[in-house]
């Protein structure tokens, strides 16, 4: 059964910094891959980064100021976030596409 916990969300003012962390169990977690998406309020859930065994990809919206990157020795993988700004407001959950399995979400609020 996978298991995916997020934590690491909070309130910032914009132009702060978070890092959000996701901690996987069952998985072979050093091959898969995973990704975060994030869902603002009245709107869909949308990608914001994947991570491969090999690669990285990010939405347009935020590269050059969210870093995704993984520890496989601890099964988690992060989204280091920078520059943040208010549209960035969101529930933040983590992802194993593979499995279909999704985290319960970390609530990032940027404030103005």
């Known amino acids: 059964q996978v298991q995916l916990v997020e934590s690491g969300g909070g309130l910032v003012q914009a132009g702060g910094s978070l890092r959000l962390t996701c901690v996987a169990s069952?998985?072979?977690?050093?091959?898969?891959?995973m990704s975060w998406h994030r869902q603002a309020p009245g709107k869909q859930r949308e990608l914001v980064a994947t991570?491969?065994?090999?690669?990285?990809n990010y939405a347009d919206s935020v590269k050059g100021r969210f870093t995704i990157s993984r520890d496989n020795a601890k099964n988690t993988v992060y989204l280091q976030m920078n520059m943040l700004k208010p549209e960035d407001t969101a529930v933040y959950y983590c992802a194993h596409p593979a499995s279909g399995a999704w985290g319960q979400g970390t609530q990032v609020t940027i404030s103005s």
């Open positions: 991570i491969t065994s090999v690669s990285t």
């Open positions: 069952g998985i072979f977690f050093r091959i898969t891959t």
